[in-house]
């Protein structure tokens, strides 16, 4: 279903040094599944015939990257990371600024979310391109959400409308990088992609994914990950 015309890039903030894992070593760069946590989460996105091109955003001085088996792959670009997530983001979108054309999009997918399902990025993708609209992945939070006040006194919120936000995010290359440079210029404070799109007052759809495509933030994590790997490649030769 994908546009010829339009060219798809997938962005991978990589620059963070993952202080809760508690470890000297980045957690993108932690070992996993006879590799690291990065390549197997470039893995995913490789695998994904719809993405033209991954542009890795790593620290300048970054001494792991080198060591990866996609170090030298044709289908990634390496950008310089920046200070927090949406710096990392905007030097990501001026690396390949050169290779953007009006009407390509962007994807942006957390480093260490090594779990997400091709199909969803699929999805996620054809549903975007099909809508002309960004859209993220997304799973329902189905336990009982309570909301604190300032007088240390609690409400329960309705989560019937309540969602979880994953990643890819993916949006216009050119609505996402003027989102992202209106919210620094102003000082807003941007938690995703998505949360700048909706501060511009565009619209951001929601593709439901499997609850498996988790954030990998502290080791027991790792665990977790493997395990829910190993589910998803049973059930593929099943």
Known sequence: MKNKNNKVFCII????????MQSSTPKQYLGFRQSTVLDATLSRLL??????????????NDEFWPNSRYFSHDKIIVAKGGVQRADSVLNGIGTIKPLLTKGDWLLVHDAARPCVKVSDIET???TCIRRESGAILATRINDTVKKESA????STLDRASLWRALTPQMFKADDLEKALVKAKMSGSIVTDEASAIEQTGKQVHIVEASADNIKITESADLDLANFYINQQEKKSCE
Do not use: E, F, T, Y
């Open 13 to 20: 903030p990589a620059a963070g040094v993952g202080a809760r």
């Open 47 to 60: 695998d994904n015939d719809l993405i033209d091109k991954l542009v890795v955003v790593i620290q300048a």
């Open 124 to 126: 996620l993708i054809n």
């Open 151 to 154: 007088d240390g006194s609690i």
